[in-house]
Nanobody, 124 residues
Framework: QVQLVESGGGLVQAGGSLRLSCAAS????????MGWFRQAPGKEREFVAA????????YYADSVKGRFTISRDNAKNTVYLQMNSLKPEDTAVYYC?????????????????WGQGTQVTVSS
C-alpha cells in the first residue's frame, strides 16, 4: 500500500516562500509521474504541477508558472514543491499524488494515490 505524506505547509505573508515535501512509502516512486494539486474552500481540486519519472519533464498550471518549481529526489522517495512569490490566491490545501499509468498529468482522475494534504495560507 502506497502512502504519501505531505509536509511544509503553514502561514506566510504575500511575497514569501514555502517548500512542500511529499514523502512516499510502500512503493518506489522513481518510475512514476508525481503531481501536486490544491483545493481552496468551495472550489474544485485543481492541478498545480507535475513531474515525470527521472525528471524528464515538468508541467505547471499557468497560475503558478514562474513562481513554483517541482522537483524530486528519487533516492529519498520524495517530491518537492518550492513556492515563491506567494499570493493570497495560492491559499489552499495542497495534495501530492502518484500516477502509476502515465495518464493525463493535469487530471485528478489520472492519479491513483493521494496524500492527506497540507494547508498553505497566504496573508495579504
Amino acid at each position: 500500500q502506497v502512502q504519501l505524506v505531505e509536509s511544509g505547509g503553514g502561514l506566510v505573508q504575500a511575497g514569501g516562500s514555502l517548500r512542500l515535501s511529499c514523502a512516499a512509502s510502500g512503493r518506489t516512486i522513481s518510475r512514476y509521474t508525481m503531481g501536486w494539486f490544491r483545493q481552496a474552500p468551495g472550489k474544485e481540486r485543481e492541478f498545480v504541477a507535475a513531474i515525470t519519472w527521472m525528471s524528464i519533464r515538468t508541467y505547471y498550471a499557468d497560475s503558478v508558472k514562474g513562481r513554483f518549481t517541482i522537483s524530486r529526489d528519487n533516492a529519498k522517495n520524495t517530491v518537492y514543491l518550492q513556492m515563491n512569490s506567494l499570493k493570497p490566491e495560492d491559499t489552499a490545501v495542497y495534495y501530492c499524488a502518484l500516477d502509476t499509468a502515465s495518464g493525463a498529468y493535469s487530471s485528478t482522475a489520472t492519479y491513483d494515490y493521494w496524500g492527506q494534504g497540507t494547508q498553505v495560507t497566504v496573508s495579504s
